[in-house]
Structures are given as C-alpha cells and as structure tokens.
C-alpha cells in the first residue's frame, strides 16, 4: 500500500461516526475520527520504548507514596497542611470517602501521564487517573498493527492489559464489568461501548451503561443483559467526583462500594487526582518523606521528569519567607503578584486549575503565560489566586515539545499532505497488584504553532511503534 491506501485502510476500520463524538461539527463527512490520520505511527527508538516501560513502576510507586503522604498527613505523622491542600474545595461527602479505611489502599489502576519529549528529555506534565481513548487507542493499535507496524504494547495491549486489570480486581477469571459512563463524559461513549465489546471477545461480562441503567439492590449492583439481570464484580467509574450530585445513583454506587458488595476503580479518593501532588513533591519540606517512601531510584528518576510546580495559595507569606525555588532576575518570589509584571521571555509558566472542578481536564482552565498578552496574564494570575477556596490552581514551568513532522491524509484534497507539530505522549498503564503493565501509547501530534497540546481535531493521533533498526 502506498501512503494514500494505508490512511484509507485504517479510516475503513474505525467505526463509522467514529468512537469520540467531540467536534465532530468540524470533520470532513469520509472521514470516521475527529482528528487526522497518519500513514505512520509514531516512532520510537529502543531506548526511548525502555525509557517508556520502566517509567510505569516509578509512577505506581509515586501513587502509593502520594496515597501514604495524604494518610500520615490526616493522622498527625506529616504536615497537617498537607492534607488541607488536597482536601481544599471539596465538600465533606467527598473527604470522607478520602479517608475511609475500606478504600485506604486502594490506587487507581490505570496510570497515564501526558509526557513531552523535550530537549532535556521527557517531561511529565500531569498524571490522569480517569483517562478518555483508552478505546480509541486501542482500535488504532489493531489496525496499525494490521499494516504490520510493531505497535508498542502489541495489537491487543490496550484490551488484555485492561481485562487482566478488572481480572485481578474481581478475583476472578470472567468477571462481570460495568463501565458506568456519565452524562459529562458523554463524547466518550463511543469509545466506551466499543471497549467494552472487545472485552467480551476476551472473556469479560463487560457493560457500556449510563449511570441511570445500574440497578441497586442491598446485595449488590446490577445490569440488565441478553441473558437477564447479572450482577456487577467490577464499576469502572468513568464519572468524575466533582460531578457527583448531577450522576443518577451515584451515592447508591458508592454505597455499595463501601460495604463491599461490588469494586469501584478508580477508587472514590478526589486527592489522588490533583495535579498540586506535583507541587507537593518538590516542596522542600517534605523532601525526607519522598526519598525514604519512592527509593533512591525512583526519587531521582522522577526529579528528573516532573517540572517544578507551585500551589497558587494567596495567604501572605511571612516577611522572612519565600516562595521555594521560584525566583525573578535572580531574586527569590515572596508574592505571587511579582510574576504579574514579569516579561514575555519570563512568562514561560502554565497555569491550570488542579483538580475536582469541570475545569481540570480536556485542557480547559489552562493558561500559558507567554501565550498570553500581559493584561489576560494578570487576570489569570488573579483568578487562580482567587479561586483558592473552592478551585486550587498551580503554577508550572512550561516546558516545549521538540518538533516533528508527520504526514496525514487530507479529506479536502484527498491526498497525503505533511505537518510540522509537536507531540504529546500518552503511555497507558495498567496496574494489577503490585505490577505494572504498558498497555499502548497514544501520540497526539498537535500542529507546531500550537502551544497547549492536546487531542484536538487538527492534530494527528496515532500509536506509537518501535522503529525497527533503531
């Protein structure tokens, strides 16, 4: 085939309408994804593939820690502001589920960290514990496979790594799955119904349903099948706990998840999902937890890929204090109104709400400082500290993606046309017990003017392969 015929193939192969029903307003009728596809996948060297497999562990390792800091925090044993940080917003139901004993060890157990290639190597910007595509990666990954690609994770690395997760979840060979998909998450449903058919070919009783359609009883949770009423081992939630007083039946879920009558995952614990765990991770103080909980090697692997990050917190510093590592010509931040009139060159910052709002995914919420004239600077900056009580926001290095080139098909001119963008690596992982497996990688390669990257409609999404002879 050539390059034409390969975009044609995998186009064929997708579903028709496509499984993610977001913008699709703005893609060609031909076309079945809403984004474009490349001939290729996307490249990776072996030693970039090693780099991929081993960063898995370091990140189950960072959530065990992260789960730990948070606990010793509410018990006295760590800084009481701590758990403060990560309970800020959120009303009393939701920090009641963070500190319940029957959820006290349970992790999410899919990981997947929006990772740059960078000129000082990869860097990772945030973790998400509740990742969209897990299905649309996966069908991408057969049907580049088909072209005998050698897709990272293999043809079916997204779908057994998932099944073996919900497997040892249950306990059990073929448990029943629902994977309870919100009204919010809707653009996903797609790709969820599609998912969850795979995992019937692999064996698992698994459910796209809304959240209405689960069916409570006091022995457990239901979905009606082909075969009647079944009850349900695993709830894959993918419904985001900020949402949870516009979810049908959502305290009945969680009800049945605390008297153990179904697994809940990712499990009801909002703390585990805020981007100020970065933040918290490079403060000075609670250098001594990190090194003793993550290990020499992992502590070191990690500070080497997550960029130094701040909690805007707008209460006044003391006069002899400062703002860790953060400085401006050469001077230590004492408030955070100095970044306010600071250059263009000096805005190199991201600024982003860090969780438990509608504004902490899909990109929304975020502002990149040199992206911005200096008035639109400012009121980010005063809007973020302003939302401190009912939104954190953080501060982040902004760190640029290297540049790439990759050809896609154009439906317009129906032909293969070549694009100058910048990656966004999405490795997806997959946890069970104490291990870790690397299901796919997602690239999103957004256009290289573009400086927020993520999944939109003009990108190019495809897997990542290894490039054979290095």
């Given at each position: 085939?050539?390059?034409?015929?390969?975009?044609?193939?995998?186009?064929?192969?997708?579903?028709?309408?496509?499984?993610?029903?977001?913008?699709?307003?703005?893609?060609?009728?031909?076309?079945?994804?809403?984004?474009?596809?490349?001939?290729?996948?996307?490249?990776?060297?072996?030693?970039?593939?090693?780099?991929?497999?081993?960063?898995?562990?370091?990140?189950?390792?960072?959530?065990?820690?992260?789960?730990?800091?948070?606990?010793?925090?509410?018990?006295?044993?760590?800084?009481?502001?701590?758990?403060?940080?990560?309970?800020?917003?959120?009303?009393?139901?939701?920090?009641?589920?963070?500190?319940?004993?029957?959820?006290?060890?349970?992790?999410?157990?899919?990981?997947?960290?929006?990772?740059?290639?960078?000129?000082?190597?990869?860097?990772i910007t945030e973790l998400d514990s509740i990742p969209g595509f897990?299905?649309?990666?996966?069908?991408?990954?057969?049907?580049?496979?088909?072209?005998?690609?050698?897709?990272?994770?293999?043809?079916?690395?997204?779908?057994?790594?998932?099944?073996?997760?919900?497997?040892?979840?249950?306990?059990?060979?073929?448990?029943?799955?629902?994977?309870?998909?919100?009204d919010e998450s809707a653009d996903y449903w797609d790709e969820m119904?599609?998912?969850?058919?795979?995992?019937?070919?692999?064996?698992?009783?698994?459910?796209?349903?809304?959240?209405?359609?689960?069916?409570?009883?006091?022995?457990?949770?239901?979905?009606?099948?082909?075969?009647?009423?079944?009850?349900?081992?695993?709830?894959?939630?993918?419904?985001?706990?900020?949402?949870?007083?516009?979810?049908?039946?959502?305290?009945?879920?969680?009800?049945?998840?605390?008297?153990?009558?179904?697994?809940?995952?990712?499990?009801?614990?909002?703390?585990?999902?805020?981007?100020?765990?970065?933040?918290?991770?490079?403060?000075?103080?609670?250098?001594?937890?990190?090194?003793?909980?993550?290990?020499?090697?992992?502590?070191?692997?990690?500070?080497?890929?997550?960029?130094?990050?701040?909690?805007?917190?707008?209460?006044?510093?003391?006069?002899?204090?400062?703002?860790?590592?953060?400085?401006?010509?050469?001077?230590?931040?004492?408030?955070?109104?100095?970044?306010?009139?600071?250059?263009?060159?000096?805005?190199?910052?991201?600024?982003?709400?860090?969780?438990?709002?509608?504004?902490?995914?899909?990109?929304?919420?975020?502002?990149?400082?040199?992206?911005?004239?200096?008035?639109?600077?400012?009121?980010?900056?005063?809007?973020?500290?302003?939302?401190?009580?009912?939104?954190?926001?953080?501060?982040?290095?902004?760190?640029?993606?290297?540049?790439?080139?990759?050809?896609?098909?154009?439906?317009e001119l129906g032909d293969v046309r070549s694009m100058p963008g910048?990656?966004?690596?999405?490795?997806?992982?997959?946890?069970?017990?104490?291990?870790?497996?690397?299901?796919?990688?997602?690239?999103?390669?957004?256009?290289?003017?573009?400086?927020?990257?993520?999944?939109?409609?003009?990108?190019?999404?495809?897997?990542?392969?290894?490039?054979?002879?290095?």
């Amino acid at each position: 085939m050539d390059n034409k015929e390969k975009c044609l193939f995998i186009n064929s192969q997708i579903p028709e309408g496509g499984l993610f029903t977001g913008e699709r307003r703005e893609v060609h009728p031909e076309s079945h994804t809403a984004s474009r596809i490349s001939p290729e996948p996307f490249w990776l060297s072996p030693e970039e593939l090693e780099w991929f497999e081993e960063l898995g562990a370091h990140l189950l390792r960072f959530y065990q820690a992260s789960n730990l800091l948070y606990s010793q925090s509410t018990r006295g044993v760590q800084p009481a502001w701590v758990a403060a940080y990560l309970d800020c917003g959120k009303p009393e139901t939701v920090i009641q589920y963070n500190r319940m004993n029957r959820f006290k060890s349970q992790l999410p157990q899919v990981i997947r960290p929006d990772t740059l290639p960078t000129e000082d190597g990869m860097i990772i910007t945030e973790l998400d514990s509740i990742p969209g595509f897990i299905g649309f990666t996966g069908c991408l990954a057969m049907q580049y496979a088909k072209l005998d690609y050698d897709v990272v994770g293999g043809s079916n690395g997204m779908i057994l790594g998932f099944a073996e997760m919900i497997r040892s979840l249950a306990k059990r060979e073929s448990p029943t799955l629902a994977i309870v998909v919100s009204d919010e998450s809707a653009d996903y449903w797609d790709e969820m119904q599609w998912l969850a058919s795979v995992l019937r070919d692999a064996c698992l009783n698994a459910h796209a349903v809304k959240p209405k359609d689960v069916i409570f009883t006091e022995e457990g949770l239901f979905v009606e099948s082909a075969h009647g009423k079944v009850q349900i081992d695993v709830l894959y939630r993918f419904f985001e706990l900020f949402d949870l007083k516009n979810i049908p039946k959502a305290e009945l879920m969680l009800y049945s998840a605390k008297k153990r009558t179904v697994v809940m995952t990712p499990p009801p614990k909002a703390h585990l999902e805020e981007k100020l765990l970065f933040a918290l991770f490079h403060h000075p103080t609670l250098l001594p937890f990190w090194r003793r909980e993550l290990g020499k090697k992992t502590y070191a692997f990690l500070q080497n890929v997550i960029p130094q990050t701040w909690i805007l917190d707008p209460h006044p510093l003391p006069p002899h204090a400062v703002i860790p590592n953060l400085e401006i010509n050469g001077l230590p931040v004492t408030d955070w109104r100095q970044i306010i009139p600071i250059t263009q060159r000096q805005r190199e910052l991201v600024i982003k709400p860090s969780g438990f709002s509608e504004l902490a995914w899909g990109s929304r919420g975020v502002a990149i400082g040199h992206d911005l004239p200096a008035e639109e600077w400012g009121d980010a900056v005063e809007n973020a500290l302003a939302s401190f009580n009912h939104t954190p926001y953080i501060l982040q290095k902004f760190h640029k993606a290297n540049r790439v080139r990759m050809n896609y098909y154009d439906f317009e001119l129906g032909d293969v046309r070549s694009m100058p963008g910048r990656p966004l690596l999405r490795p997806y992982y997959f946890a069970t017990k104490d291990k870790v497996r690397l299901g796919g990688i997602q690239a999103a390669v957004c256009p290289a003017d573009k400086k927020i990257l993520h999944g939109m409609v003009d990108s190019i999404i495809v897997p990542a392969a290894l490039r054979v002879g290095g």
